[in-house]
C-alpha cells in the first residue's frame, strides 16, 4: 500500500511537470546530416520557450514519411506538429477538419505581409484561413558540380546544360560518373522537372502542370525535354546509389560528375566542409534557364482537445517563423527563408545567387502546389521506369506523360 | 454428418451440438463483419472517386480503366504470375525432395531439421536485406567468385530488370521450402511402413514407390502445402521492398505494392480498393473451381 501509495504520488508530481512544460512530438523527415543539424536549431528554439520538442524524424523520404504521418493523424493519434510539403497533401486533411487553423496568430505576425513570395502563405490558405507555417523555400532548380572530378578529366567545369553534355564523355574517360543519380522515385521525378524547366522554359511548364495543357505535353518543345532527359539518362547510367546524400556524396568525392538535385544539397556540402566557388558549383536553373520554383516545406498542427496541447502548437508556430530562428535554421538547411526582410549576409554564394532570382522575382509555383498526390504519383512511376530503362524511348516516355496530364485533375 | 443415419428422429437439426455453436458465434461474427464486410466495403468504394478520404462519389469503372492502362500494374501482375507459378513448383519440388531425404533415416536428422526450419523463423524483411546483400554485385556471390579469380563472372539479378524478379524469388524459396519440407515431412511419418515393405517385396525401386504409391497417399499434405504456399505468394510484399523497392526502375513491382502506394503514399484511396479487389478477384477465380472439386467431390464419392 505504501509503494502504491508513493507510485500515485510520484504520478501527480510527473502530470504536473507536464502540464507546465508541454511535450510536443514533432515529425519530419529530416535525417541527413545537414538537415539533421538544421532541425536542432527549431529543437533548440522550442525548448528555450520551456516547453519540450520530442523528436519524431522518420527515416527514408517524404514518400516514406507522408503515409505515416497522414494515417496516424487519420487513426487519431495526431503528433504535436508535423512536416508535410504545402500545397496539395494536406488539402483533404484540412477539409475533414484535422488541422488547427492559425489565422489569428498569423493576423498578429502579420504573415501576410512577411512571407516572401506570398505563393508560399497562399498554399497555407485554405477559405481564407490559414493552416501552416512555411518555413523554408525550396527550389528543386540546380545542378551541383565538382571541380575536382571535372580537373581529373581535363576539361574545365561547366558553365551550363550544354557544356556538361559536351563535357560527359572525358569524365567517362576518366573513370567518373557523369551525373549521379540516387533510385528513389522522387528523385527521378524531381530531376525531370528540373531538365523541362530548363529546356522548355516557364510557359511551357505552366501550360502543362498549370493549366493541364495535354496538347503541349505532348508537343514538340516538350518533345525536346524528353530528349534531353534520355541523354541525362545515358550519363546517369553507372550511378547506382539509393539515397539523394549518397549520391551527393559522389559529387563531394568527385567520383561523379554532377547532380541534379534541390538547394538542400547544400547542406551536405557544408557539413563536408567545402565551399561554394572552390570545391564545387551550383548553377541555378541548368545554367540555362535562371528560375528557381518556391515550394518547400510547411508545418502542420493536427487539431488537440487539450488547450495546453494547443498554445504550445501557437507558440511553436510563432517560433518558426520568427526572424532568428529563419536564420538559424536555414543557413544550416542551405534553403531559403520565407521572410523578405531578414539579413542573410552569412550565406554562402549560391544561397545568395537564389536569394538574387528570388529578389529578381524569377519564381514559379511548384509541382506540389498545383498537382495532386496522384497524379505526381503516376508521373512518378512514369519517371522511374523512363530512367531505369534504357529501351524507353523518348517519344513513348511523352505519351505516357500527356495522357498523365490529359487525365489530372 | 453425412454419416449420420436419417434425420427423421431428431427434430430440431439446428439445435445439436447447441454448446459447440454457441460458442462459435463471435468467430462467425467476427469473420462476417471483419472479413466478409471489410471485403464488401473495399470493393464498393473502389467504384468511387475517393482520394485521401473515402467518399461516396462513384464514376462506374474509371478505376478499373485506368488500372488495366498503367503499364506498372501489368508489370506487377506479370512478375507475380512468374513468381508464382516458379515458386509453388520450385517450393513444392524442393520442399518434398529434402523431406524424402530427411526420411531415409539419415544420421542427425534434428539437427538438419533445424538448419533447413531455420529461414522460416526469420521475417521476409531480414529475408529480403540479406539476400540484397548476398546479390549484390560489388560485395556478394558475384565479387566472391571474381575473387577467386574468374573475373568475368556475372550474377547481378538484382541489378538486371529481365531477371530480377527470380532475385526475389531466390530469397522467397529459401525462407519458404523450410516449412514445406516439415509439413511433408509430418506427411511421410504418417505413411504405414507396411505399405513400405509391401513395395520392398514387390521389387518396386524406391523413387518408383514414391511417385505411385507415396505422393498420391499425402494427397492432403500437399492441399496443406499448396494453400500455405499460394497464399504467400499473392501478399508478397515486404520481400520486394527489403530487395529492390520495386527496382530496378519497375521491373520487380507486385500488386501488394501498388495498392499500398496508391492508397497511401499517392493518396488514392480507390485506385488502391480497384487494384486489391483485382487481388480478390483473381484468388476467387483460382479457389472456386478448386474448393468444388475438393468438397464437392468429396459428397458424391
Redesign the interface.
Known amino acids: 500500500m505504501k509503494t502504491f501509495s508513493k507510485l500515485l504520488t510520484t504520478a501527480a508530481f510527473l502530470t504536473a511537470g507536464v502540464a507546465h512544460a508541454t511535450e510536443l512530438e514533432v515529425t519530419h523527415w529530416w535525417t541527413s546530416g545537414g538537415e539533421a543539424a538544421a532541425v536542432t536549431e527549431f529543437a533548440n528554439a522550442f525548448n528555450a520557450t520551456g516547453n519540450t520538442w520530442v523528436d519524431g524524424a522518420i527515416a527514408g523520404s517524404g514518400g516514406t514519411a507522408r503515409p505515416i504521418i497522414i494515417s496516424r493523424i487519420l487513426g487519431g493519434d495526431p503528433m504535436g506538429a508535423t512536416q508535410l510539403n504545402h500545397g496539395r497533401q494536406a488539402e483533404e486533411l484540412i477539409e475533414a477538419g484535422l488541422m488547427l487553423d492559425l489565422t489569428d496568430i498569423a493576423t498578429e505576425g502579420d504573415w501576410a505581409n512577411v512571407v516572401n513570395p506570398t505563393s508560399l502563405l497562399d498554399a497555407c490558405t485554405l477559405d481564407g484561413k490559414i493552416y501552416c507555417v512555411p518555413v523554408n523555400i525550396h527550389s528543386w532548380q540546380w545542378i551541383w558540380l565538382s571541380n575536382k572530378a571535372f580537373a581529373d578529366a581535363g576539361v574545365d567545369t561547366p558553365t551550363n546544360w550544354d557544356e556538361f553534355v559536351a563535357a560527359a564523355p572525358a569524365l567517362e574517360e576518366a573513370g567518373k560518373v557523369p551525373l549521379a543519380m540516387g533510385q528513389q522515385p522522387w528523385q527521378s521525378n524531381g530531376a525531370f522537372g528540373v531538365i523541362a524547366v530548363a529546356i522548355g522554359g516557364e510557359d511551357l511548364w505552366n501550360k502543362i502542370n498549370v493549366d493541364k495543357d495535354a496538347e503541349a505535353a505532348a508537343g514538340p518543345e516538350m518533345a525536346k525535354v524528353f530528349e534531353a532527359a534520355v541523354t541525362a539518362r545515358e550519363m546517369a547510367a553507372n550511378s547506382r546509389v539509393q539515397d539523394w546524400n549518397q549520391a551527393t556524396n559522389m559529387v563531394i568525392t568527385g567520383e561523379a560528375g554532377g547532380q541534379i538535385m534541390g538547394d538542400w544539397a547544400q547542406g551536405e556540402f557544408q557539413i563536408a566542409g567545402q565551399t561554394a566557388g572552390e570545391e564545387y558549383e551550383c548553377l541555378p536553373g541548368l545554367g540555362v534557364n535562371e528560375v528557381i520554383s518556391t515550394g518547400g516545406d510547411a508545418f502542420y498542427f493536427p487539431k488537440s482537445d487539450d488547450p495546453d496541447v494547443t498554445a504550445a502548437q501557437k507558440e511553436l508556430a510563432k517560433l518558426m517563423i520568427s526572424q532568428e530562428v529563419q536564420v538559424a535554421f536555414n543557413l544550416k538547411k542551405g534553403s531559403l527563408p520565407v521572410r523578405g526582410d531578414i539579413d542573410l549576409s552569412a550565406a554562402n554564394d549560391c544561397m545568395k545567387k537564389g536569394l538574387e532570382i528570388l529578389a529578381a522575382g524569377n519564381v514559379m509555383v511548384s509541382g506540389d502546389e498545383v498537382l495532386s498526390a496522384d497524379t505526381q504519383g503516376q508521373i512518378e512511376d512514369l519517371m522511374v521506369e523512363f530512367w531505369n530503362d534504357p529501351s524507353y524511348s523518348a517519344a513513348d516516355a511523352q505519351a505516357a506523360y500527356a495522357a498523365i496530364i490529359a487525365d489530372a485533375d | 454428418m453425412a454419416t449420420s443415419p436419417g434425420t427423421s428422429k431428431r427434430p430440431m437439426r439446428l439445435l445439436r451440438n447447441l454448446n459447440a455453436k454457441i460458442a462459435s458465434i463471435p468467430m462467425v461474427a467476427t469473420a462476417l463483419v471483419i472479413f466478409v464486410g471489410c471485403t464488401l466495403w473495399t470493393v464498393v468504394y473502389s467504384f468511387t472517386d475517393s482520394?485521401?478520404?473515402p467518399r461516396l462519389n462513384f464514376v462506374g469503372f474509371d478505376q478499373y480503366d485506368?488500372l488495366w492502362g498503367?503499364?506498372?500494374w501489368l508489370v506487377s501482375i506479370e512478375n507475380l504470375a512468374w513468381y508464382g507459378v516458379c515458386s509453388l513448383i520450385l517450393t513444392l519440388v524442393i520442399g518434398f525432395t529434402l523431406a524424402a531425404l530427411l526420411d531415409r533415416k539419415v544420421r542427425f536428422e534434428n539437427t538438419f531439421r533445424t538448419i533447413l526450419l531455420y529461414p522460416f523463423a526469420l521475417s521476409f524483411i531480414v529475408t529480403g536485406l540479406v539476400w540484397q546483400w548476398i546479390l549484390n554485385p560489388d560485395f556478394g556471390v558475384q565479387q566472391v567468385v571474381r575473387d577467386w579469380g574468374w573475373t568475368s563472372f556475372t550474377f547481378d539479378p538484382l541489378?538486371n530488370?529481365d531477371i530480377v524478379i527470380f532475385g526475389i524469388l531466390i530469397a522467397g524459396i529459401w525462407q519458404g521450402s523450410g516449412l514445406i519440407m516439415v509439413i511433408m515431412l509430418a506427411g511421410l511419418r504418417g505413411i504405414d511402413e507396411d505399405i513400405w515393405k509391401a513395395a520392398r517385396v514387390d521389387g518396386i525401386p524406391t523413387w518408383k514407390t514414391y511417385v505411385v504409391v507415396i505422393i498420391p497417399m499425402m494427397r492432403p499434405v500437399f492441399v496443406t502445402a499448396l494453400v500455405l504456399i499460394a497464399s504467400g505468394i499473392v501478399k508478397v510484399y515486404d520481400l520486394v521492398v527489403a530487395q529492390t523497392?520495386?527496382?530496378?526502375?519497375?521491373?520487380s513491382e507486385v500488386p501488394a505494392k501498388y495498392v499500398y502506394?496508391?492508397m497511401?503514399?499517392?493518396?488514392?484511396l480507390a485506385?488502391g480498393f480497384a487494384a486489391s479487389t483485382m487481388m480478390l478477384v483473381s484468388v476467387i477465380i483460382i479457389l472456386i473451381p478448386w474448393a468444388y472439386l475438393e468438397f464437392g467431390g468429396k459428397k458424391r464419392g
Not at chain 2, 245 to 251: L, N, Q, V
Open positions: 482520394k485521401l478520404l485506368r498503367t503499364r506498372r541489378y530488370p523497392s520495386g527496382g530496378p526502375g519497375i521491373a502506394d496508391k497511401f503514399a499517392s493518396q488514392n485506385q
